[in-house]
């Protein structure tokens, strides 16, 4: 089985964002791989532990993206394909997933992997528009992912459960943080892939729209007009039970650190109570 999983590079979560004169995200602060991603990632290698096969990572990105490549790598990917053109910085939506269906296509992969949203645009729309670039069904929310055959069954997270739906492969897949829980990529692995880097590939697609010399490329549609930061709001989060039990319960409730995606402070209580209480996250 051929399991292509996309990633990207995004500012580290626990650094504030700050933005640039055109109201893009400014890319010179620290850089990590997407936390969504991390566990697509990891499901990418169950899978492949379980039915054989190889993954394969594809990003679109700036050179420097190859370091939240490498810890892909480290984790168990078996290689990275990293489309790389300074004529993509501010490509919208529509673009990047024409730039990745253009590289995905060239693997005929079995199954394409994507996390349901990125942490820095979280916008969700770059895995419908791919899988329709790619004309493969696509499997929403997926908090489990079963293959039998050329069956992919998955279980569709939903606000009252969950759904069982089903496609035939190639399928493309966006599977939320409750899929798998990242591995860590132990000191021999992540030093392996440092000493291994050709086994990282940069090359140019054709990219639609596109034109000659410096610049965004032409066939980006969407341009962000105004960004206003939010004010912080604090919320508290209550779990019933006493110990690690309630941390464990108000970890997952809460999100990992202090502060949620949108920026949001929390602050965590363990109280005894009949049901959680508070926002949710």
Not at 1 to 26: A, F, R, Y
Not at 188 to 212: I, L, V
Not at 221 to 249: K, L, N, T
């Amino acid at each position: 089985m051929k399991i292509v999983v996309t990633v990207k590079q995004v500012p580290d979560p626990n650094s504030n964002l700050t933005l640039e004169g055109d109201n893009s995200i400014s890319r010179e602060k620290e850089a990590v791989l997407d936390p969504g991603d991390e566990c697509g990632v990891e499901e990418g290698l169950q899978l492949k532990e379980a039915h054989g096969g190889e993954v394969i990572l594809v990003s679109m990105g700036p050179e420097r993206a190859k370091d939240a490549i490498r810890k892909g790598l480290s984790m168990g990917a078996d290689r990275a394909v990293l489309v790389s053109d300074a004529q993509l910085a501010g490509a919208d939506a529509l673009l990047t997933a024409r730039v990745l269906a253009a590289a995905i296509k060239q693997e005929e992969p079995d199954l394409v992997i994507c996390a349901t949203e990125s942490y820095d645009g979280s916008t969700g729309m770059v895995p419908p528009m791919l899988a329709e670039l790619l004309g493969f069904p696509q499997l929403t929310f997926a908090k489990k992912v079963e293959v039998d055959g050329s069956m992919v069954k998955i279980h569709r997270q939903t606000a009252d459960g969950y759904q069982i739906v089903e496609a035939l492969s190639p399928a493309l897949i966006n599977v939320t943080a409750a899929i798998a829980e990242p591995r860590y990529a132990s000191l021999k692995d992540e030093e392996g892939r440092r000493g291994h880097r050709r086994r990282r590939h940069r090359g140019r697609q054709d990219r639609p729209g596109a034109r000659g010399g410096e610049g965004p490329v032409v066939g980006c549609d969407s341009r962000v007009r105004r960004a206003e930061r939010r004010q912080a709001r604090v919320h508290i989060a209550r779990a019933d039970g006493q110990g690690a039990g309630a941390g464990r319960c108000l970890r997952h409730r809460v999100g990992v650190g202090s502060k949620n995606r949108s920026g949001d402070a929390w602050q965590a209580r363990r109280e005894g109570c009949p049901r959680q209480r508070g926002h949710g996250v």
